[in-house]
């Protein structure tokens, strides 16, 4: 009984010093490198088509997500609560072009 007492205000003590830590303003988001596309599920209720829950899932390319659409949607359905909806959708990073530098927009003029 006595371990008892003296755990439970050990416990509320360590809590109450976690909880005033403050968050560091620094703080950045962890790198997942290698992956180009990513899975986007979403869940939303079919009235109001107002999202409810958005999951993302990395993935090597663009062609391994949309291959994986189907399987994504089978597994995500039945956990849909109180009527939701669920729909997938992917997007891929594509490199940016580079613009003809020798190359003078339409409309503009060179002084």
Known sequence: MKQLIAIVPGTLLATLAWAQMPAMDDA??????????AMHVYWYAPKTTEITHVETY??????????????????????????????????????????????????????
């Open 28 to 37: 950045k988001e962890p790198r997942d490198l290698g992956h180009t596309a």
């Open 58 to 111: 990395l993935f090597k390319d663009e062609d391994a997500c949309k291959n994986s659409i189907g399987k994504a949607l089978m597994i995500a359905t039945p956990h849909a609560a109180e009527g939701d909806l669920v729909s997938a959708q992917c997007v891929g990073m594509h490199p940016p072009r580079d613009a003809d530098p020798n190359k003078t927009p339409q409309g503009s003029t060179q002084l």
